[in-house]
């Protein structure tokens, strides 16, 4: 008996066409498909400023001040295509649009840590250059070590970033960062940017100078936040 033929375009039944693969490499590699997805200028960014959230398109030109409205809608626009990203509108009385990842598009918070963590282990990477909000705090979920976590079981560290805010609520080996006010937690950094929290962090300027020079505050316990602070540390360079 003769099988039916299988044109190009066809798809396996139930099986979702794949989006644009092929159209760089020419290749079947999952890592080849990736990079036709994610790949181009600015992509992986936009996809990294969503990983904790929906945000309006202002908020991610005020996160990646480096990129032109006409580039962002591009790869919104492509991301959305990709299945990646998606359109929401808030309910009243807000009523905007929110762009926000998918659960494809939230299942890439992993590449993104290795990804970091790889290019951290480079003599070349500088950890006191500006960096937004969101990749200080995925940076922390990257940058943990685990095996000291356990003691902050339950305690609320908060983060208020120029105007934004963030609640870590440690869990035994894991660090679940949201979005959400501040006031309530047991220590609170405050910054007017993510930098300057993260020179405390990785770059160890004292959180005295900080204070002094770049308008760090610690709120609450700050003995705790110091602590807590020294679970993050950067991989020693390979390169």
């Known amino acids: 008996m003769e099988l039916p033929k299988e044109t190009k375009n066809e798809t396996s039944r139930g099986a979702a066409p794949a989006v644009g693969h092929g159209r760089w490499y020419n290749d079947a590699c999952g890592t080849a498909f990736g990079l036709e997805v994610i790949g181009e200028r600015w992509a992986l960014l936009v996809v990294r400023e969503l990983m904790l959230g929906a945000r309006r398109f202002s908020d991610l030109r005020s996160a990646l001040p480096g990129i032109s409205a ?26 905007a649009q929110v762009y926000a990842l998918t659960p494809w598009g939230l299942a890439a918070e992993p590449l993104i ?39 902050f079981t339950g305690k609320r560290i908060g983060f208020v970033i120029g105007a934004e805010s963030f609640l870590a609520e440690p869990q035994a080996r894991e660090l679940p960062i949201r979005r959400a006010g501040a006031d309530d937690a047991d220590a609170v950094f405050r910054a007017p940017s993510a930098d300057v929290i993260a020179a405390g962090i990785y770059a160890g300027v004292p959180w005295w100078t900080l204070a002094q020079d770049s308008g760090l505050a610690i709120t609450g316990d700050s003995a705790l936040a110091v602590r807590f602070a020294r679970l993050f540390r950067l991989p020693p360079p390979l390169a």
Request: proline share 9%; charged share 25%.
């Open 113 to 151: 840590q290795e990804l970091g963590r790889w290019a951290a282990q480079s003599r070349a990477h500088d950890p006191r250059l500006p960096l937004s909000a969101v990749s200080l705090m995925l940076s922390l979920r990257t940058m943990l070590d685990r095996d000291g976590l356990a003691p």
């Open 70 to 95: 006409k580039v962002l809608t591009e790869r919104l626009a492509a991301l959305e295509a990709a299945g990646v990203v998606e359109r929401r509108i808030l309910p009243p009385p807000g009523k």
